[in-house]
């Protein structure tokens, strides 16, 4: 492993071993249906009574589906890096109760997904053998804590987006696989100046911009190194946001780039709006397409950038504005 | 570096280059007052008119001082591993916008202050060459978020623990100094099933047993390997519980073992009754305390071992337990 430029680092034996994703109804029935391993018909599940009973059961359904694809159990797991979006990570925390694992617990809102892959590599350069790095969202808690609960009907603004209810588990190892973790680069705070938590999306394409630059810079790379450059979630407002700063500088990424949050879900004024996000948006995308396709051999070479909105609620009623961050992987079929 | 045992490690080029501790008056009151490098005579400071800005301002007033006394400034940081106990770790995330360093938020609530340490280990044995570990808590904050806003008056059992004001900033570097991080145990989620959010102490104490253990076990040492074992922050009740715990393997820990929570105020029932708890507490007796006797050559070989409970007041209110991890590292002076 090697440290490359002010952010990045370059990795040589962090390969992806088994993956799993596992969904709500609406994420079943959007685009992407089909390409995740499971799906559950209700928003409250395994007989739970509340809404963040039911999240830690989805946790642990893409945790078990992971392991049991990689013929493992959790014994054999050396460290779990895992995060999610409820207050204190609960979600994640409460989860563990069940798991014989050493467990770190990671915040970056909805780039949890990338970072626990990236510490995962750390760890993995020179030690054990295997990390997990999980995460989930759902919709009844996210939204119940960041904006309102579903049940008082508020009126959404179109640059709003739904919270995936969904849960990753995405298993790395030090044994050579056909997908390896090539390169990742660490975010850092980046304040676009937004208040608007119904407009997150344009809140975080600052702190993706930011990530995306400072990863080309450091590894000296153009875009068009990638076959894709995943970016999640930035909306539809938040894309065009950060295709619009690239412009500046005159660079065309339409091409190249795709928002797992406009993807997950068929985009319309009246319910989605302006598409998913959460954790588990990115984290099912993440595990259920893009990897599927890599394997597939569709693509080839990946950039996936998780961005996360790193307010709280608190510090909105303080008239505060949202900081966010952005942490980049690249993904590479090898053969 | 190596992995040792279950849950452990071993470093070899893992040093603390510089620390700081700051804290608020009632802590600069206390028995450990003259050990912290800076403290503010009030819970509001800097002009700021919330608490949560204010603790943002002491977590910041802490990295200032931890890098002008390494001669360093915020470029000069490869990453930093952060967080704290507000929802979000909005504190450390906000911290950060006026940073220019790669930054990973962490959650283990009050274990968050080794785990910060551990993470950075990771990172140095390959990487870079400096990593900050820091943490925060603020009386205002903690109690109204996680039991009833001070304002309340509300009556306090004498189990209960008064969060602790205060910042810790710990630079590590992979440059030899007198002080190296020499072992880790990453612990694993231990659930008492205790209940009473007023009853912290007691609820960590079973996860503490665990990685002692596990610590002991893995790496083939009794308790007479350190001089001292720091644990943070149990209260008298959890100090109590873990003494218990131990003697019943016939083991008696009471000449080495230390709570940061009994040492860092005068304990009375009427105002901090069983003790200090927060991430801030522990920060700030190890980056103040235990960093100088270890320097003084008082101490010379100690484990640390922060304590955190996992659970959310929405958590507690839907009638579930209180989970606990506890995370340790070992210092020890070198010639």
Chains 1, 2 share one sequence.
Not at 31 to 56: Q, T
Request: a neutral charge; one cysteine or more; hydrophobic letters at 35%.
């Amino acid at each position: 492993m090697g440290k490359v430029g002010k952010s990045s680092y370059l990795f040589h034996n962090v390969y992806i071993k088994s993956f799993a994703s596992v969904v709500g109804p609406k994420e079943y029935n959007g685009p992407l249906g089909s390409y995740f391993d499971k799906h559950y018909d209700s928003l409250l599940i395994d007989g739970e009574k509340s809404f963040e009973k039911s999240e830690i059961a989805y946790l642990k359904s893409s945790i078990n589906i992971c392991l049991s694809k990689a013929n493992l159990n959790d014994n054999d797991i050396n460290i779990i890096f895992c995060g999610d979006l409820n207050n204190q990570i609960a979600i994640s925390s409460y989860a563990m109760r069940d798991l014989n694992i050493p467990y770190v617990g990671i915040f970056a809102a909805c780039a949890t997904a990338t970072l626990g892959i990236i510490n995962s590599a750390f760890y993995l350069e020179n030690n054990g053998l295997y990390a997990l790095s999980c995460t989930s969202s759902h919709n009844c808690t996210a939204e119940r804590q960041f904006r309102y609960p579903n049940e008082y009907g508020t009126q959404r603004s179109c640059t709003y987006t739904s919270t995936v209810t969904g849960a990753s588990s995405i298993l790395l190892t030090n044994i050579k696989t056909n997908l390896i973790i090539r390169r990742a680069t660490i975010g850092k705070v980046v304040d676009g100046k937004f208040k608007d938590s119904q407009d997150m999306g344009r809140a975080m394409a600052p702190a993706c911009y930011h990530t995306i630059k400072r990863h080309m810079l450091d590894f000296n790379l153009s875009i068009n190194e990638y076959d894709k450059i995943f970016t999640g979630d930035l909306s539809t407002y938040g894309s065009n946001l950060l295709i619009d700063l690239f412009k500046e500088d005159g660079i065309d990424i339409t091409s190249k780039h795709e928002d797992c949050g406009k993807m997950i879900y068929e985009l319309n004024c009246d319910d989605v709006t302006s598409g998913g996000s959460g954790c588990g948006c990115i984290g099912v995308v993440l595990s259920g397409y893009i990897l599927n396709k890599l394997l597939s051999g569709e693509l080839n070479k990946v950039l996936v950038l998780a961005t996360g909105a790193l307010m709280n609620p608190i510090m909105l009623a303080q008239k505060d504005t949202i900081p966010a961050i952005c942490h980049a992987i690249s993904i590479e079929v090898i053969k």
